[in-house]
């Protein structure tokens, strides 16, 4: 039910815009996020947004370089990535819950399948 696009092979430096389609009509109501996972390691928080897209919130090394907002009129969540460093290279899961305890925490009730973000020094 939901559908990431928009992962690639860039250089550091560049600029990378993560889609997020959600099939159902549930979108409006539920809190959004982007979280990754890099091999070897666990997955991780990076951004999430609030229902209303009133409140944010970023893991603290993207924050200032990344940017996620959402269209609930066309039930999809984005990810602007700039400035992109090696160290983001990753599997970038979008994910969505109506609790935002279960959201940040990585409990989330949907996620996506993946796309993949590699980031070449």
């Known amino acids: 039910q939901l559908v990431e696009s928009g992962g690639g092979l860039v250089q550091a430096g560049d600029s990378l815009r993560l889609s997020c389609a959600a099939s159902?009509?549930?979108?409006?109501?539920?809190?959004m996020g982007w979280f990754r996972q890099a091999p070897g390691k666990e997955r991780e928080f990076v951004a999430v947004?609030?229902?209303?897209?009133?409140?944010?919130y970023y893991e603290v090394s993207v924050k200032g370089r990344f940017f996620i907002y959402r269209d609930n009129a066309n039930n999809m969540v984005y990810l602007q990535m700039n400035s992109l460093k090696p160290e983001d290279t990753a599997t970038y899961y979008c994910a969505g819950d109506s609790d935002w305890g279960r959201l940040v925490t990585g409990r989330s009730e949907y996620w996506g399948q993946g796309t993949q973000v590699t980031v070449s020094s």
């Open positions: 947004i609030d229902w209303n897209a009133y409140n944010d």
């Open positions: 159902t009509g549930f979108f409006a109501d539920y809190n």
